[in-house]
């Protein structure tokens, strides 16, 4: 037995957010750094990253957070989201 079609039933869609909307949302609420390496430093930082289950953006942010703590600026670290 098939259910009568209810014109008052409304579909709900999936939503799907745009990339205008997501660079508008990302430059808001990141920097984005970029810096040059030599031929084949990609790769390399890749391999490191891989072997340490990272992204490469969390492997270099856990350098950075790393290198802060060791110089003894938490409260810098604390920023990156290494904690205080």
């Known amino acids: 037995m098939s259910t009568p079609w209810n014109p008052a039933?409304?579909?709900?869609s999936k939503t799907v957010t745009k990339p205008e909307v997501k660079d508008?949302?990302?430059?808001k609420h990141y920097d984005?750094?970029?810096f040059r390496a030599g031929?084949?430093?990609?790769?390399a930082v890749k391999?490191?990253?891989?072997l340490r289950g990272m992204s490469v953006a969390a492997y270099m942010r856990?350098?950075?957070?790393k290198d802060c703590n060791e110089a003894g600026k938490a409260e810098l670290?604390?920023?990156?989201?290494?904690?205080?």
Do not use: C, F
């Open 62 to 65: 856990h350098l950075i957070i």
């Open 39 to 43: 031929k084949g430093s990609l790769e």
């Open 9 to 12: 039933y409304k579909r709900i």
């Open 77 to 84: 670290s604390a920023i990156l989201g290494g904690g205080v």
């Open 24 to 27: 508008r949302y990302n430059r």
């Open 32 to 34: 984005q750094i970029a």
């Open 47 to 50: 391999l490191m990253a891989e």
